[in-house]
Nanobody, 114 residues
């Protein structure tokens, strides 16, 4: 399963970016989908996930600023990021698990300048 992440870039603090993750078929409508990030020298952390039923959960560090959403018609899961901070700088990855298999997007760089 190939996940394709896009939408990263360079933005000033306080700005916004929208990341998108695309997958083949209806895989996202049948499985949890998460967005993770990994900053240099730090462990990968999950910032948001959405369940099959549409329940959304966020890390405390992004709550109120990030919004995860799923479009079943387009087979995409997006991460809208507002009020970005320099500490949000990281490579962002989308992820879904199908059975015992974990699938990852290729990562997209988000850089927030102060």
């Amino acid at each position: 399963v190939q996940l394709q992440a896009s939408g990263g870039g360079l933005v000033q603090a306080g700005g916004s970016l929208r990341l998108s993750c695309a997958a083949p078929g209806s895989i996202f409508s049948r499985n949890f989908v998460s967005w993770y990030r990994q900053a240099p020298g730090k462990q990968r952390e999950r910032v948001a996930f959405i369940t099959v039923g549409g329940t959304k959960t966020y890390a405390d560090s992004v709550k109120g600023r990030f919004t995860i959403s799923r479009d079943n018609a387009k087979n995409t899961v997006d991460l809208q990021m507002n009020s970005l901070k320099p500490e949000d700088t990281a490579v962002y990855y989308c992820n879904t698990n199908v059975g015992f298999n974990r699938y990852w997007g290729q990562g997209t760089q988000v850089t927030v300048s102060s």
